[in-house]
Nanobody, 122 residues
């Protein structure tokens, strides 16, 4: 069982930065792939970035070169550093966990946090 808690969301102006954090419980955190998804009302959750249990990373094209995902297995946390934010990045951001490798598909994930809201003003 893995429990996930996101933090770090908020209101920021365009071209600003935010750092999201996903804190996980569970002794097997290091064996899980962790990803960030985001969702706007009325839409499906979209993959943003993910990091596998061996540290391999993947990013959505829309945020590549602006966002960076990292993990600290000693602290059971995954961070998403978001730079050069745009109004279209406004969404509810979730972290999700699945064993081993990441997936681009939300339905492949077993565990989800409650989400943290990111709002980017123009």
């Amino acid at each position: 069982q893995v429990q996930l808690v996101e933090s770090g969301g908020g209101l920021v102006q365009a071209v600003g930065s935010l750092r999201l954090s996903c804190a996980a419980s569970g002794r097997t955190f290091s064996s899980y792939g962790i990803s960030w998804f985001r969702q706007i009302p009325g839409k499906e959750r979209d993959f943003v970035a993910g990091i596998g249990w061996r540290g391999g990373r993947a990013y959505a094209d829309s945020i590549k070169c602006r966002f960076t995902i990292s993990r600290d297995n000693a602290k059971n946390t995954v961070a998403l550093q978001m730079n050069s934010l745009k109004p279209e990045d406004t969404a509810l951001y979730f972290c999700a966990a699945r064993p081993d490798y990441i997936s681009y598909r939300q339905h492949d994930y077993e565990y989800w946090g409650q989400g943290t809201q990111v709002t980017v003003s123009a």
